[in-house]
């Protein structure tokens, strides 16, 4: 299974750089933006400072990887794709129990970690938001961004209180100071949260997996953005409700433009954008 999902990557990569070619043409600098953050996320180009975060973080996964100490996870989410929660069982949570290396499963790609890392470099937002914290790995490349870039904030939300104060001391032993985690359910603090820190340049969509709850989260940011925002969407085709509410979220008449890969989702906000663009890869 590993290895198929491997060739599948393989390939899809290589339909990006032939996409690529296309990108890098168009006249608009948010399209060849994003199409520089994809390239550079293919080829691994990185610049000194980007390395040593990347070695250290990578340090950290591999650490996590190792790492068999039972925990309690305490899960607000959809659960699986094939999972039937109810929503009073995600209001509930779901608590179960599991390993800190079990759990770190669940982060970030090295690949797509370094996707977000690019494109924080590349659109330089000045506060930046998080639903899904998980074990830290995916904010230390987003927060490691804004450290390289010279300002911006990390504000990190997640629904485990056992998961918050892991992630905690990982970003401490990383040395990452520009990162705020708020602790507890989306549904709970992301009004406040927004609110606090209104105008949002950019947001990572990265928890509770359900079509309703990922709709609602797209409504409820949609009035705190900035005029030149950027939104991303995790997991766009990881089950038939993920990948309504993407369809649901592209349609959105906010939305300026969109670049679909499959595994994850980019949308941007700006009204200097001729025409409502789609981008798909996949």
Known sequence: MRIIR????????????RKLKTLLKEEDPSI??????LRETIKRKLDIEEKLWVKNIE?????????HTEVIVTDFGAGTPKSTRTEQEMLVGMVSSSTISKTNKGSKSPFWSLFLHKLIREFKPKTAIELGTCLGISA????AALTINGSGKLITMEGSVELVEISKENFTNI?????????????????????????????FID?????????????????????KAIVVF???SWSKGMKKAWKTIINSSEIDL?????????????????????????
């Open 234 to 236: 995790d997991d766009i």
């Open 32 to 37: 060849r933006g994003l199409a520089v953050v």
């Open 59 to 67: 340090q950290l996964r591999h650490k996590l990887k190792h790492n």
């Open 175 to 203: 040395g990452l100071i520009n990162i705020e985690i708020v602790s507890g359910r989306f549904s709970d603090n992301l009004l406040k949260v927004l609110e606090d820190n209104k105008p949002i340049d950019y947001i």
């Open 207 to 227: 928890g509770h997996h359900d079509e309703k709850a990922t709709v609602e989260y797209f409504e409820a940011i949609l009035p705190y953005l900035s005029d």
């Open 6 to 17: 491997y060739i599948l990557f393989e390939l899809w990569k290589i339909r990006a750089k």
């Open 140 to 143: 230390s490349y987003q927060a």
């Open 258 to 282: 969109v670049l679909d890969l499959k595994a994850l989702g980019v949308c941007l906000i700006d009204k200097n954008i001729k025409g409502k663009k789609i981008y798909k890869i996949r």
